[in-house]
């Protein structure tokens, strides 16, 4: 029997009441996409008003911290929030149900680390398509294998 997925709402401030069923929407679609490629299920997801835990120039963050946990952060202030959140959000969900997936194969050293993101933000790009996201492409690839060889040493 497949296991849920639970997506829990911290609504104290009120800040995303007017965009809490476009947030919902967003996350079941990425959920249902995601769950055609990935054996997901038996998680968390909590999301919350949190404008100090999102991405410089983005209107969230998100964390996976264990294999069943996922937290999204949002701002509901940032600029066009709700284009903003039809184009992340569920780009987002899947990355980090990716993450759930994998975490139980999560190393312990930098490297590890570089390439379970890589393979999430890989994973996003195959669900979603378009360009992958900006982390994915922040180093030249004369830089990115020197960054390999630093990690590789740590």
């Not at 069943?68 to 969900?93: G, H």
């Not at 996201?133 to 294998?145: G, I, R, V």
Request: charged residues 25%.
């Amino acid at each position: 029997m497949k296991q849920p997925i639970n997506v829990h709402f911290l609504r104290a401030s009120g800040r995303f009441e007017p965009f809490l069923k476009d947030i919902e929407k967003y996350i079941r679609l990425a959920i249902t996409k995601t769950s055609k490629k990935l054996p997901i299920g038996n998680v968390d997801i909590v999301v919350h008003d949190n404008p100090y835990d999102v991405i410089l120039g983005y209107c969230h963050g998100a964390r996976t911290y264990t294999s069943s946990s996922i937290i999204i952060s949002l701002d509901p202030k940032f600029p066009n929030f709700k284009e903003a959140l039809k184009k992340e959000l569920p780009r987002t969900v899947s990355h980090e149900l990716h993450h759930t997936v994998r975490w139980k194969f999560m190393g312990k050293t930098l490297l590890d680390a570089m390439i379970f993101e890589g393979l999430a933000s890989r994973f996003e790009q195959e669900v979603w398509g378009g360009e992958p996201p900006a982390w994915a492409t922040a180093l030249p690839k004369d830089k990115l294998l020197q960054m390999l060889d630093l990690a590789r040493k740590e």
